[in-house]
C-alpha cells in the first residue's frame, strides 16, 4: 500500500498559492485565456509547488512568474500596463503606502488603461500572530485606503483598477 502526503493547497500562503489566485482571478474578470488553458496553468502550478521545498520564492522569481501569468492571460496585449506591489517587501505604514501607491499611479502616465496587483497584504499584518477580527478590520481598513488613493488620483481618462491577491 502506498501512503501519500496529502496537503491543502488552500490551507497554504505561499507564492505558489497567490500565483494560482491570481490565475483564477484572470480568468474570471475576462483575460484572453480559456478555461482549459486556465486549468493548465493551475496544473502547472501545483506541480512546480509539489516540486520546491520552498514555501516563499525569492521576490524576483515571484515577480517573473507574476509578469509570466499576466502574459499568459493577455498575451496579445503588450500594451497592458500592470505594476505589483508586494507587501511583503514594503512597509506598510500608512504613510509609505500612499506614498508606494502614488508612485505606482504615477507609473501609468501616458497609458488610458492599467492594473495595480497587490499581494501579500494580510500576510504582512498577520505577522507571526493569529488572524483576529481586529486585524480582518485593519486589512478593510487598508484595502479601502489603496483603492481610495488610486481612485482619487488617477486621471479622469484612466482606467485603473487595483487587485489584491
Known sequence: MVER??????????????LQNLNA??????????REETLQLQRTLSFMRENDDERQMSTK???????QVVRFHYPNNRGFRFTHWNARCQ??????VRASVLDFVQSFQGSTKGMILVSG???????????????????QELRAFIEDLVLRHALEDQD?????F
Do not use: M, N, Q
Open 5 to 18: 502526503k496529502v496537503t491543502k493547497a488552500a490551507a497554504k500562503r505561499d507564492d505558489y498559492t497567490r
Open 25 to 34: 482571478l484572470f480568468s474570471v474578470i475576462g483575460s484572453a485565456s480559456t
Open 61 to 67: 522569481s515571484f515577480e517573473h512568474c507574476i509578469e
Open 91 to 96: 512597509s506598510i505604514e500608512p504613510l509609505w
Open 121 to 139: 497584504l494580510r500576510e504582512t499584518l498577520k505577522g507571526k500572530r493569529r488572524w483576529t477580527s481586529r486585524k480582518e478590520l485593519e486589512y
Open 160 to 164: 485603473l483598477s487595483v487587485l489584491f
